[in-house]
């Protein structure tokens, strides 16, 4: 089955950097990759994904990008507030197999004022 | 948030016992998903239904068994809960259709002492 990797597991930032995640997936056929937001004892929110035939797509300060060949892909989020600490979570789907989801481990952002 | 309602929020159980937690949803999605949520783990899926009584197991469905007899609800059972199976669970919902990602309930919180 499909395995995702998430890197890294902690990472701080000062408000107003930019923070970025990255995820690897093994399986070639994976179509999908949403990333998710979770907050403290909420579940995770959907906050972006991408589509195997799309390279990047930006939604304000959030940003996806996609490399098929290498099988990674990656957050960024610019200008940084307090309110994006958070986990958060990548994730693979393909829809070959009954339109499963694979999850990474997680990771969480502190954003320092 | 999506319409998906999770019960009990929280629950605390003994080992040996018999637990049902409970997914309900309004949305009329199709696939219904349960996943665990532990530290170092990420979200792992135990069970998922693709229809009226179509499920199919996960990657850590032992010791668990589902049913969904209508299409807004599906029912995680532990038959005899064990201190491995404390954790978060979550319920998730999708349309189902290609790149529909999940949106996810606000969790149940189990412990098994």
């Known amino acids: 089955g499909e395995n995702v990797e998430q890197h890294p597991s902690t990472l701080s930032v000062q408000e107003g950097d930019s923070a970025v995640i990255k995820c690897t997936y093994s399986d070639s056929a994976s179509n999908y990759f949403p990333w998710y937001k979770q907050e403290l004892g909420k579940g995770p929110q959907l906050i972006i994904d991408?589509?195997?035939?799309?390279g990047e797509k930006k939604d304000q300060r959030i940003a996806v990008t996609l490399n098929k060949t290498a099988k990674h892909f990656s957050l960024h989020i610019t200008e940084t507030q307090p309110e994006d600490s958070a986990v958060y979570f990548c994730a693979a789907s393909t829809t070959n197999t009954g339109n499963q989801f694979y999850f990474g481990t997680g990771t969480s952002l502190t954003v320092i004022p | 948030d999506a319409g998906i309602t999770q019960s009990p929020r929280h629950k605390v159980t003994e080992t040996g016992t018999p637990v049902t937690l409970r997914c309900h949803q309004t949305e009329n999605h199709r696939y219904m998903y349960w996943y665990r949520q532990d530290p170092g783990h990420g979200l792992r899926l135990i069970h998922y239904?693709?229809?009226?009584?179509?499920?199919d197991k996960g990657e850590v469905s032992d010791g668990y068994s589902v049913s969904r007899s209508k299409t807004e609800d599906f029912l995680l059972t532990l038959e005899s809960a064990t201190s491995s199976q404390t954790s978060v669970y979550f319920c998730?919902?999708?349309?189902?259709?290609?790149?529909?990602?999940?949106?996810f309930g606000n969790g149940t919180r189990l412990t098994v002492t």
């Open positions: 991408i589509r195997s035939n799309v």
């Open positions: 998730a919902i999708s349309g189902g259709g290609k790149g529909s990602p999940l949106h």
């Open positions: 239904s693709y229809g009226v009584k179509d499920t």
